[in-house]
């Protein structure tokens, strides 16, 4: 049978790590990394996200700041409140809680998040960083993808096939461009491609991540391949709802490893949030003795 790759309790040893560092730096530099989370509006699952990342980032010993604002905010008085976080010392990662109320326009705040304080990774800077090889904050959920893909064979992935299914901004193309620094040899695959089984069957490492539930079957992995499945699909299930992922779980017992839905990718989100405000605060304070 494949082996279980565990998000959940590999989340919970990244956060002790984390925290550990956290104590280190504080020692060392008298400072603790921050994370300011901005709200706008009440979109339910947005507030339960906010509450979360909050919880996690008075644990890892961080400080948090978060900002609820009025459905009614406009763009202006956003920007502002970015401007403003962007020249706090106090504040080493700024994130923007997406999707915002429909008369904001969600690009023109990100791009207004200096690069340095972008923990979310959405800015251009740092995906042109990211694609030309350079240190960049990277978006949390590939980024959670890479560490349990180096944690399920080792930290070379030289040379291996890795097929990555969806080519959204969050998640397809950033692993596409992490796997490739990390030298494999790498295919996406999305939704007008035309041979889509045939070419996951080729995957030594197979990313799916296309929020379609069940879309991989067992006839689209190779033996031993290595699967991560970052989808996330509620369903219907007689009178009961479930969370279930983008490839068919019972079908893959012949795969090497395999993310459970849930319990895979979805825990590993946070805790590289608080992974970023880290590096940003390393980087942070490196520049500032380096000046
Ligand atoms: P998206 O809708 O932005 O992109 C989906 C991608 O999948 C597109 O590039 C599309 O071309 C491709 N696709 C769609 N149908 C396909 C098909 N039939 N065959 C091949 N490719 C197909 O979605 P996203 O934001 O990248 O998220 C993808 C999934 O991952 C969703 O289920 C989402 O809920 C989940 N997700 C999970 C986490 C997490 O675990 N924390 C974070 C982000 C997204």
């Not at 956003?78 to 109320?101: F, S």
């Not at 960083?129 to 992935?157: F, H, Q, W, Y």
């Not at 491609?193 to 991540?209: G, Q």
């Amino acid at each position: 049978r494949a082996a279980n790759i565990d998000g959940k309790e590999y989340a919970a040893g990244l956060l002790e790590r984390i925290k550990a560092d956290v104590e280190i730096l504080q020692a060392t530099t008298g400072a603790v990394p921050g994370l300011a989370v901005v709200l706008v509006g009440h979109d339910p699952a947005s507030a339960i996200y906010v509450a979360s990342k909050h919880r996690q980032t008075v644990a890892a010993g961080m400080k948090s700041f978060e900002y609820r604002l009025a459905q009614e905010t406009t763009q202006g008085e956003l920007l502002d409140l970015v401007h403003h976080l962007n020249n706090d010392a106090e504040v080493h990662g700024i994130l923007v809680q997406l999707p915002l109320p429909a008369h904001l326009d969600p690009n023109a705040v990100i791009q207004a998040i200096n690069p340095d304080k972008d923990v979310d990774g959405f800015h251009v800077s740092n995906a042109g960083r990211l694609a030309t090889g350079n240190p960049a904050l990277v978006p949390c959920t590939p980024l959670g993808c890479m560490m349990l893909i180096k944690d399920t064979l080792g930290e070379s992935l030289s040379g291996l096939h890795a097929v990555i299914v969806g080519k959204s901004n969050i998640v397809g193309k950033p692993m596409a461009q992490m796997l490739m620094n990390a030298h494999c040899t790498v295919t996406v695959v999305h939704s007008q491609t035309r041979n889509a089984a045939e070419l996951c069957r080729a995957a030594d490492i197979l990313v799916v991540a296309a929020g379609r539930p069940g879309l991989v079957r067992g006839d689209w992995i190779k033996p031993g391949a290595v699967v991560i499945d970052v989808g996330i699909n509620r369903i219907q299930d007689g009178e009961k709802s479930r969370i279930v992922g983008d490839v068919t779980y019972g079908e893959a017992g012949h795969a090497r490893a395999i993310t459970p839905v849930p319990g895979g990718v979805g825990p590993m989100t946070i805790a590289c949030l608080l992974s970023n405000t880290l590096t940003a605060f390393r980087r942070n304070h490196a520049m500032i003795a380096a000046a």
